[in-house]
T-cell receptor
Framework: AQSVTQLDSQVPVFEEAPVELRCNYS??????LFWYVQYPNQGLQLLLK??????LVKGINGFEAEFNKSQTSFHLRKPSVHISDTAEYFC????????????FGQGTELSVKP | DSGVTQTPKHLITATGQRVTLRCSPR?????VYWYQQSLDQGLQFLIQ???????AKGNILERFSAQQFPDLHSELNLSSLELGDSALYFC????????????FGSGTRLTVV
């Protein structure tokens, strides 16, 4: 069955430090992969997506993610975080044969401290 | 403003009641999706409509129903409400039937008392 696991529920980090938010998925078919960000009291905003092609994808706000098919992972990285990056981050998967349905992970709360 | 409009933003109602949540997709988008976000269940896919037709269904309760109208706006109807239905309900939209990345609205916060 399709599932998404975000390995860390909370990640505290100091401003200007690098960060990696980890995501693993399970699926028996080809998938599309996504990272969304949710700021307090707001909806979800698409950060980046992997549909096909290069396994390293770049998104908004300086974030990037790498698709690793053998490890079924799609970790999100940023080389230097800002206070404004404090938010909840969600990894999501869509199977090619499931139309528009997204399966979300439980989320990782990124807290950037000065 | 994402372009996806959800109304109302907040809703407080009593157990056993029925409510309707409304969603207007971004201009040009044909697909509408509904999600429920709660602390214990996280983000759960409910249902997808594409150009007026149901395309995919998740773990949507029988007490819940949805439809997409000819003008492409969608409504999610929740009936016989229980305390556990309290959650944030999101609508999203996209141009196609596939999940190539869609745009979320800001949500309707439903509180059942």
């Amino acid at each position: 069955a399709q599932s998404v696991t975000q390995l860390d529920s909370q990640v505290p980090v100091f401003e200007e430090a690098p960060v990696e938010l980890r995501c693993n998925y399970s699926s028996s078919v080809s998938v599309y992969l996504f990272w969304y960000v949710q700021y307090p009291n707001q909806g979800l905003q698409l950060l980046l997506k992997y549909l096909s092609g290069s396994t390293l994808v770049k998104g908004i706000n300086g974030f990037e993610a790498e698709f690793n098919k053998s490890q079924t992972s799609f970790h999100l990285r940023k080389p230097s975080v800002h206070i404004s990056d404090t938010a909840e981050y969600f990894c999501a998967v869509s199977e090619h044969n499931q139309g528009g349905k997204l399966i979300f992970g439980q989320g990782t709360e990124l807290s950037v401290k000065p | 403003d994402s372009g996806v409009t959800q109304t109302p933003k907040h809703l407080i109602t009593a157990t056993g009641q029925r409510v309707t949540l409304r969603c207007s997709p971004r201009s040009g988008d044909l697909s509408v999706y509904w999600y429920q976000q709660s602390l214990d269940q996280g983000l759960q896919f409910l249902i997808q409509y594409y150009n007026g037709e149901e395309r995919a269904k998740g773990n949507i309760l029988e007490r819940f129903s949805a439809q997409q109208f000819p003008d492409l706006h969608s409504e999610l109807n929740l009936s016989s409400l229980e305390l556990g239905d309290s959650a944030l309900y999101f609508c999203a939209s996209s141009k196609t039937e596939r999940a190539y990345g869609y745009t979320f609205g800001s949500g309707t916060r439903l509180t059942v008392v």
